[in-house]
């Protein structure tokens, strides 16, 4: 099947700090790509929809100034935690939408940990 | 809005025991369901999915039948291995998932014992 890589897959940086999350698509081109929060023993949440060439669209309550997201290609979305604090420390994972066929296929995760 | 329920977990069972997990849902119009699969440390992976009323999806032993007259998705394998230790999370998609996020449920921890 289709893969997704994310990078860095682990991270830890000081409070204050910005951090940046890569998410590509190897062998498929992906015209949409969501990002998903997960909180310890909880399920995947909805951050935001990245579409190639445009804004992403942010769910409610995802600030968009502290989570930017740039979907630059049809490959790769980057989300950049900016000034992170302790309470994003979480694990972010990506899901690219096969152009073509039309499945979400999912990053292994990036666990970032704001001291 | 829509949403995704699904049985608490962990889940223990001994090894070649009978699987059932769980999964309901609440949705507008007519959505796909899938399973998803988080083995330890890594990513999902999906594990199968069904688009339409009464249609069954399997794979590796798993499988799962859409109900819509009782707004289900449950999950069952005949015979756990160890290997099947794992989270498995029940997800719907408005459509079928091509430029829809998806709806997770809170995800259930199966732990098989040798």
């Known amino acids: 099947g289709a893969v997704v890589s994310q990078h860095p897959s682990r991270v830890i940086c000081k409070s204050g700090t910005s951090v940046k999350i890569e998410c590509r698509s190897l062998?498929?081109?992906?015209?949409?790509m969501f990002w998903y929060r997960q909180f310890p023993k909880q399920s995947l949440m909805l951050m935001a929809t990245?579409?190639?060439?445009?804004?992403?669209?942010?769910e409610q309550g995802v600030e968009k100034d502290k989570f930017l997201i740039n979907h630059a290609s049809l490959t790769l979305s980057t989300l950049t935690v900016t000034s992170a604090h302790p309470e994003d420390s979480s694990f972010y994972i990506c899901?690219?939408?096969?152009?073509?066929?039309?499945?979400?296929?999912f990053g292994p995760g990036t666990r970032l940990t704001v001291l | 809005g829509d949403s995704v329920t699904q049985m608490e977990g962990p889940v223990t069972l001994s090894e070649e025991a009978f699987l059932t997990i769980n999964c309901t849902y609440t949705?507008?119009?007519?959505?796909?369901l899938f399973w998803y699969v988080q083995y330890p440390g890594e990513g999902l992976q999906l594990l199968l999915k069904?688009?339409?009323?009464?249609d069954k999806g399997s794979n590796k032993g798993f499988e799962a039948t859409y109900r819509k007259e009782t707004t289900s998705f449950h999950l069952e394998k005949g015979s756990v291995q160890v290997s099947d230790s794992a989270v498995y999370f029940c997800?719907?998609?408005?459509?079928?998932?091509?430029?829809?996020?998806?709806?997770f449920g809170k995800g259930t921890r199966l732990s098989v014992i040798a």
């Open positions: 899901s690219a939408n096969q152009a073509s066929g039309g499945s979400q296929f």
């Open positions: 949705a507008t119009g007519y959505p796909s």
């Open positions: 990245s579409n190639e060439g445009s804004k992403a669209t942010y």
């Open positions: 062998d498929f081109q992906a015209t949409t």
């Open positions: 069904a688009t339409k009323a009464d």
């Open positions: 997800a719907l998609s408005g459509r079928n998932s091509g430029n829809t996020p998806l709806v």
